[in-house]
């Protein structure tokens, strides 16, 4: 699969704090504010040879799982996947991620699903 130019995991009952925990341990500088009672906005950057790469994350985005979303993937991840593995090997929370990458007319509903019996597809309707 080729590098997706943005990245969107979504972390079960994810805290903002383990969040912030777990990109520091990635990236060089991290900034991350509160701008409402769900909605964390700011940036990563992954090195000092790095463009800095907008980050969103919605707390509670999609029935109790934390949305994280690199609006450009200036990241060391490839794939929604890759991140998703990552973010799982941090924090021990269940993860999903898209399993084809956004694309139109792809079917939106199918994610790779990252817990602790191990990796799987399942239908999410999100």
Sequence with gaps: MPRQDDIEIYVKGADPAVIKQWLAGVFQRVTLNH???????????????????????IENAVKGYTSIWFKQNHTPWDTDIDCARSAWKAMGREVRANADGWSEGAEADLFHCIDESGESTVVWPT
């Design 35 to 57: 701008e409402g009672k769900k909605l964390l906005r700011g940036e990563v950057i992954l090195n000092d040879d790095s463009k800095p790469c907008e980050l969103l994350v």
